[in-house]
Protein backbone atom coordinates (compact mmCIF):
# COMPACT_ATOMS: atom_id res chain seq x y z
CA UNK A 1 0.00 0.00 0.00
CA UNK A 2 1.44 3.26 -0.91
CA UNK A 3 0.60 6.65 0.01
CA UNK A 4 -1.72 7.64 -3.23
CA UNK A 5 -3.56 3.84 -2.99
CA UNK A 6 -7.44 4.73 -2.47
CA UNK A 7 -7.28 1.75 0.07
CA UNK A 8 -4.53 4.09 2.09
CA UNK A 9 -6.58 5.37 5.16
CA UNK A 10 -7.66 8.95 4.98
CA UNK A 11 -5.76 11.70 7.23
CA UNK A 12 -8.03 13.44 9.73
CA UNK A 13 -8.28 17.26 9.33
CA UNK A 14 -4.80 17.81 12.10
CA UNK A 15 -2.86 15.22 10.63
CA UNK A 16 -3.13 16.55 7.21
CA UNK A 17 -2.63 20.49 8.41
CA UNK A 18 0.61 18.63 10.45
CA UNK A 19 2.06 17.26 7.36
CA UNK A 20 0.80 20.03 4.93
CA UNK A 21 2.85 22.11 7.29
CA UNK A 22 5.73 19.57 8.09
CA UNK A 23 6.82 20.03 4.25
CA UNK A 24 7.22 23.61 4.68
CA UNK A 25 10.64 25.21 4.95
CA UNK A 26 10.21 28.99 6.53
CA UNK A 27 11.39 31.49 4.45
CA UNK A 28 14.31 33.25 5.78
CA UNK A 29 15.17 35.81 2.67
CA UNK A 30 14.62 39.32 3.54
CA UNK A 31 14.11 42.61 1.62
CA UNK A 32 13.57 46.27 2.81
CA UNK A 33 11.02 48.57 1.70
CA UNK A 34 9.82 52.09 2.40
CA UNK A 35 7.34 51.95 5.21
CA UNK A 36 4.41 52.76 3.18
CA UNK A 37 4.56 49.31 1.14
CA UNK A 38 5.23 46.94 4.20
CA UNK A 39 1.41 47.07 5.45
CA UNK A 40 0.77 42.95 5.56
CA UNK A 41 4.65 41.90 5.72
CA UNK A 42 6.45 39.98 8.11
CA UNK A 43 8.88 42.23 9.85
CA UNK A 44 12.46 40.62 9.66
CA UNK A 45 13.74 42.58 12.70
CA UNK A 46 13.09 44.02 15.21
CA UNK A 47 13.27 47.46 15.61
CA UNK A 48 13.40 49.57 18.61
CA UNK A 49 12.82 53.13 19.77
CA UNK A 50 16.05 55.34 19.43
CA UNK A 51 14.42 58.07 21.64
CA UNK A 52 12.25 58.66 24.15
CA UNK A 53 8.55 60.02 23.42
CA UNK A 54 7.97 62.78 23.64
CA UNK A 55 11.88 64.57 23.04
CA UNK A 56 11.19 67.51 25.07
CA UNK A 57 7.71 68.55 27.33
CA UNK A 58 5.24 68.94 24.84
CA UNK A 59 1.69 70.78 26.31
CA UNK A 60 -1.43 68.24 26.09
CA UNK A 61 -4.13 71.12 26.00
CA UNK A 62 -5.35 74.37 23.94
CA UNK A 63 -4.62 77.23 27.25
CA UNK A 64 -1.85 78.81 28.82
CA UNK A 65 1.64 77.72 30.04
CA UNK A 66 2.27 79.38 33.52
CA UNK A 67 4.43 78.99 36.86
CA UNK A 68 2.80 78.45 39.72
CA UNK A 69 4.58 80.51 41.74
CA UNK A 70 3.91 83.77 39.89
CA UNK A 71 -0.05 82.83 40.43
CA UNK A 72 -1.69 85.87 42.34
CA UNK A 73 -4.02 84.76 45.15
CA UNK A 74 -6.61 86.71 42.30
CA UNK A 75 -5.36 83.85 40.43
CA UNK A 76 -4.88 86.19 37.30
CA UNK A 77 -1.83 86.30 35.47
CA UNK A 78 -1.21 88.92 31.94
CA UNK A 79 -0.56 87.04 28.65
CA UNK A 80 2.45 87.91 27.45
CA UNK A 81 2.39 86.16 23.71
CA UNK A 82 1.89 82.86 22.25
CA UNK A 83 3.89 80.07 21.14
CA UNK A 84 2.34 78.24 18.09
CA UNK A 85 2.66 74.81 17.70
CA UNK A 86 5.76 73.72 15.62
CA UNK A 87 8.07 76.74 17.00
CA UNK A 88 10.64 76.75 19.58
CA UNK A 89 9.27 77.73 22.95
CA UNK A 90 11.93 79.81 24.41
CA UNK A 91 11.54 80.96 28.23
CA UNK A 92 8.39 81.55 29.84
CA UNK A 93 8.44 85.52 31.24
CA UNK A 94 8.65 85.89 34.78
CA UNK A 95 5.13 86.62 36.44
CA UNK A 96 3.30 86.03 32.73
CA UNK A 97 1.28 83.39 31.19
CA UNK A 98 1.74 82.25 27.27
CA UNK A 99 -0.59 81.18 25.45
CA UNK A 100 0.20 77.09 23.94
CA UNK A 101 -1.26 75.07 21.37
CA UNK A 102 -1.63 71.16 22.02
CA UNK A 103 1.50 69.43 20.95
CA UNK A 104 3.58 72.70 21.56
CA UNK A 105 7.06 72.63 23.35
CA UNK A 106 6.39 73.93 26.36
CA UNK A 107 8.59 76.73 27.44
CA UNK A 108 11.51 76.85 29.97
CA UNK A 109 10.20 77.29 33.50
CA UNK A 110 6.54 76.37 33.07
CA UNK A 111 5.07 73.75 35.54
CA UNK A 112 1.83 73.59 34.29
CA UNK A 113 -1.04 74.27 31.52
CA UNK A 114 -4.39 75.66 31.84
CA UNK A 115 -6.61 74.62 29.38
CA UNK A 116 -8.85 77.66 27.59
CA UNK A 117 -12.11 76.42 29.23
CA UNK A 118 -10.52 76.71 32.59
CA UNK A 119 -9.78 80.42 32.36
CA UNK A 120 -11.49 83.73 31.82
CA UNK A 121 -9.71 86.05 29.73
CA UNK A 122 -9.80 89.59 30.10
CA UNK A 123 -8.24 91.55 27.13
CA UNK A 124 -4.52 90.55 27.91
CA UNK A 125 -5.18 88.94 31.38
CA UNK A 126 -6.65 85.74 32.05
CA UNK A 127 -8.16 84.79 35.62
CA UNK A 128 -8.33 81.07 36.75
CA UNK A 129 -11.15 79.29 37.91
CA UNK A 130 -8.69 77.13 40.06
CA UNK A 131 -5.56 76.67 41.41
CA UNK A 132 -3.60 74.30 39.12
CA UNK A 133 -1.88 70.79 39.87
CA UNK A 134 1.77 70.75 39.46
CA UNK A 135 2.89 69.46 35.59
CA UNK A 136 -0.91 69.21 35.08
CA UNK A 137 -1.48 68.49 30.97
CA UNK A 138 2.27 68.72 30.41
CA UNK A 139 3.45 65.43 28.46
CA UNK A 140 6.71 64.55 30.37
CA UNK A 141 9.73 63.76 28.12
CA UNK A 142 9.82 59.60 28.21
CA UNK A 143 6.07 59.51 29.21
CA UNK A 144 4.72 57.96 25.83
CA UNK A 145 7.47 55.95 24.98
CA UNK A 146 10.88 55.02 26.53
CA UNK A 147 14.28 55.04 24.92
CA UNK A 148 14.65 51.66 23.44
CA UNK A 149 11.50 50.24 23.46
CA UNK A 150 9.92 47.60 21.07
CA UNK A 151 8.14 49.75 18.10
CA UNK A 152 8.28 46.44 16.14
CA UNK A 153 8.87 42.48 17.17
CA UNK A 154 10.57 40.60 14.67
CA UNK A 155 7.70 38.31 13.41
CA UNK A 156 5.14 40.67 13.67
CA UNK A 157 2.92 41.02 10.49
CA UNK A 158 3.24 45.19 9.99
CA UNK A 159 -0.54 46.56 10.52
CA UNK A 160 -1.23 50.30 9.97
CA UNK A 161 -0.67 51.04 13.99
CA UNK A 162 3.02 50.11 13.48
CA UNK A 163 3.40 52.14 10.25
CA UNK A 164 1.98 55.15 12.20
CA UNK A 165 4.22 53.90 15.04
CA UNK A 166 7.68 53.93 13.00
CA UNK A 167 6.23 56.94 11.35
CA UNK A 168 6.42 58.68 14.45
CA UNK A 169 9.81 57.68 15.17
CA UNK A 170 11.22 59.06 12.14
CA UNK A 171 11.59 55.51 10.32
CA UNK A 172 11.54 55.68 7.01
CA UNK A 173 12.41 51.63 5.96
CA UNK A 174 12.04 48.74 7.28
CA UNK A 175 13.08 45.12 7.28
CA UNK A 176 10.70 42.50 6.09
CA UNK A 177 10.87 38.73 5.01
CA UNK A 178 9.62 38.72 1.18
CA UNK A 179 6.57 37.13 0.05
CA UNK A 180 5.51 33.45 -0.32
CA UNK A 181 5.46 32.76 -3.55
CA UNK A 182 2.61 30.69 -5.09
CA UNK A 183 2.85 29.29 -8.96
CA UNK A 184 -0.77 28.84 -9.35
CA UNK A 185 -2.95 26.18 -11.67
CA UNK A 186 -6.40 25.12 -12.58
CA UNK A 187 -6.59 22.17 -14.83
CA UNK A 188 -9.56 20.24 -16.84
CA UNK A 189 -9.98 20.59 -20.37
CA UNK A 190 -13.70 21.86 -19.82
CA UNK A 191 -12.73 24.89 -18.25
CA UNK A 192 -12.24 28.16 -20.54
CA UNK A 193 -13.74 27.46 -23.40
CA UNK A 194 -16.59 27.14 -25.43
CA UNK A 195 -19.17 25.03 -25.94
CA UNK A 196 -21.58 23.28 -23.90
CA UNK A 197 -19.52 21.37 -22.06
CA UNK A 198 -17.39 24.24 -21.53
CA UNK A 199 -17.44 25.70 -17.82
CA UNK A 200 -15.87 28.73 -16.67
CA UNK A 201 -12.83 28.51 -14.16
CA UNK A 202 -13.49 29.93 -10.87
CA UNK A 203 -11.27 28.24 -8.92
CA UNK A 204 -8.08 30.17 -10.03
CA UNK A 205 -9.33 33.66 -9.51
CA UNK A 206 -10.47 32.69 -6.08
CA UNK A 207 -7.54 30.78 -5.32
CA UNK A 208 -5.57 33.83 -6.54
CA UNK A 209 -7.74 36.29 -4.62
CA UNK A 210 -7.22 34.05 -1.34
CA UNK A 211 -3.63 33.85 -1.85
CA UNK A 212 -3.37 37.92 -2.35
CA UNK A 213 -5.47 38.19 0.63
CA UNK A 214 -2.88 35.74 2.63
CA UNK A 215 0.04 38.36 1.96
CA UNK A 216 1.40 35.45 -1.09
CA UNK A 217 3.03 36.96 -4.63
CA UNK A 218 0.76 34.84 -6.94
CA UNK A 219 2.04 33.31 -10.65
CA UNK A 220 -0.81 32.95 -12.65
CA UNK A 221 0.57 30.11 -14.99
CA UNK A 222 -2.85 28.92 -16.34
CA UNK A 223 -5.20 25.63 -17.28
CA UNK A 224 -3.00 22.52 -17.47
CA UNK A 225 -4.77 19.90 -19.92
CA UNK A 226 -6.12 16.76 -19.23
CA UNK A 227 -2.62 15.13 -20.35
CA UNK A 228 -0.44 13.17 -18.52
CA UNK A 229 3.44 14.12 -20.19
CA UNK A 230 1.98 18.14 -20.73
CA UNK A 231 1.54 18.01 -17.00
CA UNK A 232 4.83 16.74 -15.81
CA UNK A 233 6.66 18.96 -18.36
CA UNK A 234 4.73 22.21 -17.03
CA UNK A 235 5.54 20.71 -13.61
CA UNK A 236 9.15 19.25 -13.89
CA UNK A 237 10.07 23.01 -15.40
CA UNK A 238 8.67 24.87 -12.18
CA UNK A 239 10.72 22.57 -9.67
CA UNK A 240 11.64 25.04 -6.85
CA UNK A 241 10.90 28.40 -8.49
CA UNK A 242 7.73 28.87 -6.03
CA UNK A 243 7.49 27.96 -2.50
CA UNK A 244 4.01 26.21 -2.82
CA UNK A 245 2.66 25.19 -6.01
CA UNK A 246 -0.90 25.15 -6.15
CA UNK A 247 -3.07 23.29 -8.29
CA UNK A 248 -6.94 22.59 -8.52
CA UNK A 249 -8.53 19.39 -9.80
CA UNK A 250 -7.19 16.06 -11.70
CA UNK A 251 -6.24 14.88 -8.37
CA UNK A 252 -9.28 12.57 -7.37
CA UNK A 253 -9.39 9.11 -9.11
CA UNK A 254 -11.11 9.24 -12.53
CA UNK A 255 -8.66 7.94 -15.85
CA UNK A 256 -8.03 11.63 -16.29
CA UNK A 257 -6.75 12.75 -12.59
CA UNK A 258 -3.10 13.02 -13.48
CA UNK A 259 -2.08 15.35 -10.89
CA UNK A 260 -0.32 12.60 -8.67
CA UNK A 261 1.36 10.21 -11.37
CA UNK A 262 2.72 13.95 -13.20
CA UNK A 263 4.17 14.80 -9.86
CA UNK A 264 5.75 11.65 -9.84
CA UNK A 265 7.30 11.55 -13.05
CA UNK A 266 8.56 14.81 -12.33
CA UNK A 267 11.05 13.92 -9.99
CA UNK A 268 8.58 15.02 -6.97
CA UNK A 269 7.27 13.03 -3.98
CA UNK A 270 3.56 12.13 -2.73
CA UNK A 271 3.54 12.94 1.11
CA UNK A 272 -0.15 12.69 1.87
CA UNK A 273 -3.06 12.19 -0.06
CA UNK A 274 -7.02 12.23 0.95
CA UNK A 275 -8.63 13.72 4.28
CA UNK A 276 -11.28 12.52 6.04
CA UNK A 277 -12.95 15.84 4.81
CA UNK A 278 -16.44 16.87 3.16
CA UNK A 279 -16.02 18.59 0.68
CA UNK A 280 -12.23 17.98 0.04
CA UNK A 281 -11.35 14.43 0.12
CA UNK A 282 -8.99 13.96 -2.76
CA UNK A 283 -6.53 16.67 -1.10
CA UNK A 284 -3.04 15.86 -2.01
CA UNK A 285 0.21 17.09 -0.31
CA UNK A 286 3.65 16.96 -2.25
CA UNK A 287 7.43 18.04 -2.51
CA UNK A 288 8.81 18.66 -6.11
CA UNK A 289 12.46 19.68 -5.70
CA UNK A 290 12.32 23.00 -2.80
CA UNK A 291 8.84 23.43 -3.85
CA UNK A 292 6.03 22.00 -1.55
CA UNK A 293 2.98 21.47 -3.92
CA UNK A 294 -0.63 20.83 -2.79
CA UNK A 295 -3.24 19.70 -4.82
CA UNK A 296 -6.68 20.97 -3.91
CA UNK A 297 -9.75 18.88 -5.31
CA UNK A 298 -11.38 20.23 -8.23
CA UNK A 299 -15.10 21.23 -7.51
CA UNK A 300 -15.50 24.87 -6.41
CA UNK A 301 -16.07 24.91 -2.59
CA UNK A 302 -14.32 21.71 -2.05
CA UNK A 303 -10.96 24.27 -3.13
CA UNK A 304 -12.48 26.86 -1.20
CA UNK A 305 -12.65 24.73 2.01
CA UNK A 306 -9.11 23.27 1.15
CA UNK A 307 -7.23 26.67 1.23
CA UNK A 308 -8.54 27.47 4.34
CA UNK A 309 -7.47 24.52 6.34
CA UNK A 310 -4.73 23.59 4.24
CA UNK A 311 -2.84 26.22 2.26
CA UNK A 312 -3.56 29.25 4.88
CA UNK A 313 -1.47 26.98 6.91
CA UNK A 314 1.46 26.22 4.59
CA UNK A 315 1.67 30.09 4.30
CA UNK A 316 1.91 30.93 7.96
CA UNK A 317 4.18 27.99 8.35
CA UNK A 318 6.21 30.01 5.60
CA UNK A 319 6.51 33.46 7.09
CA UNK A 320 6.49 31.96 10.83
CA UNK A 321 3.14 32.86 12.20
CA UNK A 322 1.60 30.97 14.50
CA UNK A 323 -1.55 28.47 13.02
CA UNK A 324 -4.82 30.41 13.95
CA UNK A 325 -7.07 27.39 15.78
CA UNK A 326 -9.67 26.13 13.23
CA UNK A 327 -13.54 27.06 13.62
CA UNK A 328 -12.33 28.81 16.97
CA UNK A 329 -16.07 30.76 17.27
CA UNK A 330 -18.83 29.07 19.18
CA UNK A 331 -22.21 29.17 17.19
CA UNK A 332 -25.64 27.09 17.50
CA UNK A 333 -27.70 25.17 15.34
CA UNK A 334 -30.37 27.01 14.02
CA UNK A 335 -31.26 23.74 11.69
CA UNK A 336 -32.31 20.32 12.31
CA UNK A 337 -29.92 18.00 10.22
CA UNK A 338 -29.08 14.47 9.63
CA UNK A 339 -25.62 13.32 8.34
CA UNK A 340 -23.65 10.23 7.14
CA UNK A 341 -20.81 9.92 9.27
CA UNK A 342 -17.43 9.14 8.56
CA UNK A 343 -15.86 12.24 7.13
CA UNK A 344 -15.18 15.83 9.34
CA UNK A 345 -17.72 18.47 7.34
CA UNK A 346 -17.74 21.75 6.43
CA UNK A 347 -20.28 24.19 5.16
CA UNK A 348 -21.35 27.58 4.35
CA UNK A 349 -23.25 29.36 7.47
CA UNK A 350 -24.92 32.52 8.16
CA UNK A 351 -25.36 34.35 11.44
CA UNK A 352 -29.20 34.17 12.39
CA UNK A 353 -30.42 37.47 14.46
CA UNK A 354 -30.98 35.29 17.19
CA UNK A 355 -28.37 33.55 19.92
CA UNK A 356 -29.03 30.99 22.95
CA UNK A 357 -26.99 31.90 25.98
CA UNK A 358 -24.93 34.83 24.32
CA UNK A 359 -24.08 32.39 21.46
CA UNK A 360 -25.12 33.22 17.62
CA UNK A 361 -27.39 30.86 16.08
CA UNK A 362 -26.41 29.88 12.63
CA UNK A 363 -28.05 28.61 9.30
CA UNK A 364 -26.58 25.93 7.13
CA UNK A 365 -26.70 26.89 3.57
CA UNK A 366 -26.97 25.45 0.62
CA UNK A 367 -27.34 21.85 0.16
CA UNK A 368 -24.01 20.33 1.24
CA UNK A 369 -22.62 20.35 -2.69
CA UNK A 370 -18.99 20.92 -3.28
CA UNK A 371 -19.58 21.83 -6.97
CA UNK A 372 -21.00 25.56 -6.49
CA UNK A 373 -19.90 28.42 -4.58
CA UNK A 374 -23.21 29.77 -5.09
CA UNK A 375 -24.43 29.38 -0.93
CA UNK A 376 -21.34 31.24 0.24
CA UNK A 377 -22.42 34.40 -1.55
CA UNK A 378 -24.46 35.22 1.54
CA UNK A 379 -22.45 33.08 3.76
CA UNK A 380 -21.02 34.92 7.13
CA UNK A 381 -18.45 32.08 7.80
CA UNK A 382 -17.50 28.37 7.74
CA UNK A 383 -19.03 25.88 10.11
CA UNK A 384 -17.96 22.73 10.89
CA UNK A 385 -19.49 18.89 12.46
CA UNK A 386 -16.78 16.54 13.10
CA UNK A 387 -17.03 13.08 11.60
CA UNK A 388 -18.27 11.36 13.96
CA UNK A 389 -21.77 13.28 13.87
CA UNK A 390 -25.19 12.17 12.49
CA UNK A 391 -27.27 14.18 13.64
CA UNK A 392 -27.49 17.96 14.69
CA UNK A 393 -30.50 19.29 16.08
CA UNK A 394 -31.61 22.78 16.76
CA UNK A 395 -29.77 24.48 19.15
CA UNK A 396 -27.09 22.20 19.49
CA UNK A 397 -23.52 23.41 20.01
CA UNK A 398 -21.17 24.09 16.84
CA UNK A 399 -18.21 25.67 16.10
CA UNK A 400 -17.23 28.09 13.00
CA UNK A 401 -14.70 30.10 11.53
CA UNK A 402 -15.81 33.48 10.10
CA UNK A 403 -15.29 34.57 6.13
CA UNK A 404 -13.93 37.90 4.98
CA UNK A 405 -10.99 38.19 7.88
CA UNK A 406 -7.30 36.86 7.19
CA UNK A 407 -7.23 33.45 6.13
CA UNK A 408 -4.43 33.21 8.94
N1 LIG B 1 -14.85 7.74 -8.51
C1 LIG B 1 -14.70 8.82 -7.74
N2 LIG B 1 -15.02 10.00 -8.24
C2 LIG B 1 -14.89 11.09 -7.47
C3 LIG B 1 -14.42 10.98 -6.16
C4 LIG B 1 -14.07 9.71 -5.65
O1 LIG B 1 -13.65 9.55 -4.52
N3 LIG B 1 -14.22 8.66 -6.52
N4 LIG B 1 -14.34 12.08 -5.39
C5 LIG B 1 -15.24 13.15 -5.73
C6 LIG B 1 -14.90 14.29 -4.96
S1 LIG B 1 -15.34 14.22 -3.35
C7 LIG B 1 -14.35 15.38 -5.50
S2 LIG B 1 -14.08 16.75 -4.52
C8 LIG B 1 -13.98 15.48 -6.89
C9 LIG B 1 -12.57 16.02 -7.02
O2 LIG B 1 -12.01 15.64 -8.17
P1 LIG B 1 -10.71 16.26 -8.81
O3 LIG B 1 -9.93 16.99 -7.81
O4 LIG B 1 -10.03 15.20 -9.52
O5 LIG B 1 -11.31 17.36 -9.75
P2 LIG B 1 -11.84 17.26 -11.23
O6 LIG B 1 -12.38 15.92 -11.52
O7 LIG B 1 -10.79 17.81 -12.09
O8 LIG B 1 -13.02 18.28 -11.12
C10 LIG B 1 -14.11 18.06 -10.28
C11 LIG B 1 -15.21 19.06 -10.67
O9 LIG B 1 -14.76 20.36 -10.46
C12 LIG B 1 -14.81 21.13 -11.66
N5 LIG B 1 -13.64 22.00 -11.72
C13 LIG B 1 -12.37 21.60 -11.78
N6 LIG B 1 -11.55 22.67 -11.84
C14 LIG B 1 -12.34 23.76 -11.84
C15 LIG B 1 -12.09 25.15 -11.92
N7 LIG B 1 -10.84 25.62 -11.98
N8 LIG B 1 -13.13 26.00 -11.90
C16 LIG B 1 -14.39 25.52 -11.83
N9 LIG B 1 -14.70 24.21 -11.73
C17 LIG B 1 -13.69 23.35 -11.76
C18 LIG B 1 -14.76 20.10 -12.76
O10 LIG B 1 -15.31 20.59 -13.93
C19 LIG B 1 -15.55 18.97 -12.13
O11 LIG B 1 -16.93 19.23 -12.29
O12 LIG B 1 -14.06 14.25 -7.51
C20 LIG B 1 -15.26 13.49 -7.21
N10 LIG B 1 -15.23 12.31 -7.98
O1 LIG C 1 -14.26 15.65 -1.20
MO1 LIG C 1 -15.41 16.30 -2.42
O2 LIG C 1 -14.54 17.70 -2.14
O3 LIG C 1 -16.66 16.04 -1.19
O4 LIG C 1 -16.67 17.24 -3.16
Given at each position: MTVHDSSAPMLDIPAARRLACDLIKPLTATETLALARSLGRIAAETVTS??????RERSAMDGFALR????SPALSLPVAGTIAAGALAGALPTGAALRIFTGALVPAGADCVVPVEDCTEEGETIRLSARPKPGQHIRKVGSEQPLGGVLLRQGTRIAPQHIGLLAANGIARVRVLRMPRIALFSSGD????????AIPDSNRPMLMALALAAGAEVDDLGILPDDLPAITARLKAL????DIILTSGA????????LRPALEAAGGQIAGWRVA??????VMFGTLGASVVTGLPGNPFSAFTGFHLFVAAQLATLTDQPLAPLFAHPARAGFDWARKPGRAEVFPIRLSHGEIDGVPIVQRMG?????????????DGLGFVPAETTKVSFGAALRFMPLGQRVF
Open positions: GRALPMLADLELGGKGPAAGRAVSMGGRDHLKPGKPEGSSATLFPLAEA
